[in-house]
């Protein structure tokens, strides 16, 4: 009996630790960014800074780990792709940021007839999260989302 309860009890412990392990997939932001650039677009990509991310952005970037990011060089374009590494617990903070982010941005794209085609885009915008792991893409005028999205997929897989 002794032998069967420390069994029991050593397969348990086991699935707990498999268990607890299992829901924390960890990414290296800089493949990510990699993985989803292409996709946007963009043909003169500058990159973002920290300054970017809270003053224009207005990310709150004690939610922000680390991040990777590049935005269209070019005035009146929509073109912005960024991945943030939220701190533990913060990514869903991260992602309603940057969906804020992109409504602003398409809004303020709308007050200019001659960026209709960027602020259409802008409309489009992804933001897509995995556990602390928040990837935005808002393509170039000309860019099928479709493509967008099976490069968040992949990049996510």
Request: glycine share 8%.
């Amino acid at each position: 009996m002794k032998k069967v309860f420390a069994i029991v009890l050593a397969a348990c412990l086991a699935l707990t630790c498999f268990a607890a392990c299992a829901g924390k997939k960890t990414y290296d932001i800089q493949e990510l960014l990699a993985a989803v650039e292409g996709s946007a677009g963009m043909v003169s990509p500058a990159e973002l800074t920290e300054e970017d991310l809270n003053y224009d952005m207005g990310l709150t970037m004690e939610n922000v780990e680390s991040f990777a990011g590049k935005y269209e060089n070019v005035n009146g374009t929509s073109g912005r792709v960024l991945v943030i590494q939220a701190v533990s617990g913060k990514g869903e903070d991260v992602k309603a940021e940057l969906q804020s982010y992109a409504a602003t941005r398409a809004e303020f794209l709308g007050n200019y007839e001659e960026f209709a085609g960027a602020k259409a885009q802008a409309e489009q915008a992804r933001v897509e999260a995995s556990g602390d792991y928040v990837i935005l893409v808002m393509a170039n005028e000309g860019v099928d989302y479709a493509a967008v999205d099976e490069a968040i997929k992949a990049a996510f897989a």
